[in-house]
């Protein structure tokens, strides 16, 4: 019985490169339940951005299974969300026709109205309103990542696969987007995977923060995160948060193979 | 707008000028160069000639240029998408590049003996699919896996991703490289009008003026050369503004 809208048991994978098989994954354990945000952490390399395809269906494991909705994950499916660092816009089109992009795949028999009033709204929540008929080119590197967010939720997923979405970002804009991912959430029920090398970030958005063991990487460390979900910034400033982001910092040097005081 | 034809304008008249005072200085007589203002009097001449023969060139070279484009691109696509076939087609396409195109000349009118337009066409062809090829396999294939991943992500098939993403995203390169194509199809045109002269094209125009001594004549066909290498390039361009003119930033 699955229970988690993300079930992943067990999972190994090694890929395949000139000098023999390099295992990047072994024995990963990821449990997210419905609705609920996990951010995951990790070395650099460690294998997080291979979680991410795996999850989306992109590739297979070698070993173990990978569990959406209580489905067996056997390809890609048209539920799931992506955001990457990169926001990856396409230029020849203008912003409004960037977000729709997944619409023209998932629902082709969606008229452009309709098409153009979901994206609207999406715009509108992320504060892009006024901007839809501009180049991606014209648009700050925050802005763009706005607007990639909206295309990856424009088709309504049930799942957000996310990979260093905020990385690229000065620290204020990462801010405000943090601020926008969580209004999202109370605005649109989807369940996240979030990628990332900022453990304030995790500890802000996510509801549970995975930790991640070098390379090969399995599941070291999962935290619990109880915050009020109408948190704001200030909560960063707050002991129980430092508590948590000590621990988080000592799971990541046990991760990265450093001897470390345990707390 | 204005600089965008005057100044092209008075660059060309400033280069007229130049080579009427060229060979003025020089009296240089006709049969060692001929200077601009024989030029009118030789094309009001054979002005029906220029017409036609014109008009044979710039078809052949245009039907030579548009399978260029077809076949550049079918194969740009298999070797963008297929690393097996780029390993293993690149020495070959390398190689047949290199071999001087002149060389080929009787070897195509051997074997289609008569065959004068489809021998043009071929030539035209053959000399200039090649960076058409060569930019749309560079193009796909460093195509960053994101931007394939955000569709195929959604369960998007091959096609669509190369309707949607690939394709639109390798213009800016296949116009830079059409560019370069068309007026290499213009000298695979003319150099079967020339080396194997069967009475069509400016090729044969000027063929014919060196036969006669006619020398303000043979000038005459290199400069419709140029004004309809001019023209056929700026179809390009224009095609280009239509197509990718998304790629183009503001000037600064
Ligand atoms: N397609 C591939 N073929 C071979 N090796 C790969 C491939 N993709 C990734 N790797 C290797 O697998 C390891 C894990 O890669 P992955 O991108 O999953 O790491 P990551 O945790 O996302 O790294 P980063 O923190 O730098 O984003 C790396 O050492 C990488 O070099
Ligand atoms: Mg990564």
């Known amino acids: ?263 | 707008m204005l600089g965008k034809i005057v100044v092209p304008i008075v660059a060309v008249l400033v280069f007229l000028g130049l080579w009427e005072a060229l060979v003025w200085v020089n009296n240089w007589p006709n049969y060692k160069m001929a200077s601009p203002s024989d030029l009118p009097p030789a094309f009001w001449k054979y002005k029906e000639l220029f017409l036609v023969m014109g008009w044979q060139t710039l078809w052949r070279t245009v039907v030579g240029l548009f399978i260029a484009v077809v076949v550049g691109t079918a194969l740009g696509m298999v070797i963008g998408f297929s690393r097996i076939a780029r390993e293993a087609l690149y020495p070959l396409l390398i190689g047949f590049n290199a071999i001087p195109k002149a060389t080929l000349v009787p070897v195509i009118s051997l074997i289609f003996i008569g065959q004068h337009d489809f021998n043009t066409i071929l030539m035209a062809f053959t000399i200039s699919f090649f960076p058409i090829a060569v930019s749309v396999g560079i193009g796909l294939s460093t195509l960053e896996p994101e931007y394939r991943d955000i569709l195929r992500a959604l369960g998007a098939t091959r096609f669509t991703i190369f309707r949607k993403i690939a394709l639109p995203k390798t213009l800016p390169e296949f116009f830079g490289a059409l560019k370069v194509a068309a007026t290499l199809a213009f000298i695979g045109t003319n150099l079967v009008e020339i080396v194997s002269p069967h009475g069509r094209g400016l090729g044969a125009l000027f063929k014919s003026g060196e036969t006669n001594g006619d020398y303000p004549l043979m000038f005459a066909v290199l400069i419709a050369l140029a004004f309809l290498g001019i023209i056929l390039y700026y179809a390009v361009v224009f095609l280009e503004r239509i197509f990718a003119g998304w790629a183009e930033r503001e000037a600064t």
């Open chain 1, 1 to 263: 019985m699955i229970e988690n809208l993300i079930e992943i048991k067990g999972v190994k994978h090694a890929y395949a490169t000139a000098s023999g098989p390099l295992p990047v994954l072994d024995g990963l354990d990821v449990s997210v339940p419905e609705g609920s945000f996990a951010a995951v952490v990790g070395p650099s390399g460690c294998g997080k951005s291979t979680l991410t395809r795996l999850v989306a269906g992109l590739m297979k494991p070698d070993e173990g299974e990978v569990w959406l909705h209580g489905e067996r994950v056997r390809g890609p499916r048209k539920t799931v969300g992506m955001a990457f660092q990169n926001p990856v816009l396409l230029e020849w089109r203008t912003i409004i026709d960037n977000v729709i992009l997944p619409l023209e795949i998932v629902a082709p028999r969606m008229s452009r109205a309709d098409r153009i009033a979901r994206a609207m709204e999406l715009l509108e929540m992320v504060g892009l309103t006024g901007f839809e008929n501009k180049r991606p080119s014209e648009l700050s590197g925050g802005m763009r990542q706005r607007a990639s967010l909206c295309r990856s939720l424009v088709h309504k997923p049930d799942v957000l696969i996310m990979d260093e979405p905020f990385g690229a970002l000065d620290n204020f804009t990462r801010e405000d987007l943090w601020q926008t991912m969580r209004d999202l959430r109370r605005a649109e029920p989807f369940t996240t995977i979030l990628i990332t090398h900022d453990l304030t970030e995790s500890v802000f958005l996510g509801d549970q923060v995975i930790v991640l063991s070098g390379r090969p990487a399995r599941t070291q460390y999962v935290m619990q995160v109880d915050l009020p979900d109408d948190r704001t910034l200030d909560v960063l400033y707050t002991p129980p948060v430092a508590d948590m982001l000590h621990i988080l910092r000592d799971q990541i040097k046990i991760a990265q193979g450093r001897d470390v005081e345990v707390h």
